[in-house]
């Protein structure tokens, strides 16, 4: 087993802890007073975690040299999509138990649903096309369309925001991370021109 393979696997398994935790606690009956809040909360902030950290994998193979990190990015990004998934569910089973009028309204009615069902919409295509085979067959469109997760990123960021409305020491941070990996992105893709032109 390579060095690589104990990374990726480690971080398979760290990827796991906090869907093991929300397991735990609801046995443990320890969701606090108000558990739907909290299992949303949790499951949401962890997408978000999930999500910047795919966004970091680019910059840091081209920082480090260490091709192989890349191999991370399909992970995480799932993981990403795996927790939105719960976190989306938790608002369509527990909030609503599946009143499709109601969250129809929610949706259009309070802008952070708007924008965090906006995130969801945007993570779907993106989980839908990351296969190999997918990867493949759509050849150049395929990176045309993952930088959806740039806008992706910025909607999940601006959904914490709004949701925590006063306390917003914690969007914060993950609003500068946003803006630092778009920033390198950014210049990453400017950098040849701006050679170029001296």
Not at 47 to 55: I, R
Not at 156 to 172: G, L, N, Q, S
Request: with cysteine.
């Amino acid at each position: 087993m390579t060095r690589f393979t104990v990374i990726r696997w480690t971080i398979f398994a760290a990827a796991l802890v906090p869907a093991a935790a929300l397991v735990y606690w609801l046995f443990t009956g320890n969701l606090t007073a108000n558990p739907i809040d909290f299992i949303t909360d949790w499951t949401g902030t962890t997408a978000l975690v999930f999500l910047v950290l795919s966004l970091t994998v680019t910059p840091l193979r081209r920082l480090t040299g260490w091709n192989e990190v890349i191999k991370l990015r399909r992970m995480l990004g799932l993981f990403a999509f795996f927790y939105a998934c719960l976190h989306v569910s938790t608002w369509m089973v527990l909030d609503w138990f599946f009143d499709i009028a109601s969250m129809a309204s929610d949706v259009v009615k309070r802008p952070f649903i708007t924008l965090g069902m906006t995130t969801f919409l945007l993570l779907v295509p993106l989980a839908l096309t990351s296969t190999a085979g997918m990867i493949r067959r759509l050849g150049r469109r395929w990176t045309q369309l993952h930088r959806l997760v740039y806008l992706a990123a910025i909607t999940a960021t601006i959904h914490f925001w709004w949701v925590v409305k006063a306390d917003v020491r914690e969007p914060r941070w993950y609003a500068l991370a946003v803006v630092i990996l778009l920033t390198f992105r950014v210049w990453w893709v400017w950098k040849p021109r701006l050679h170029s032109v001296h």
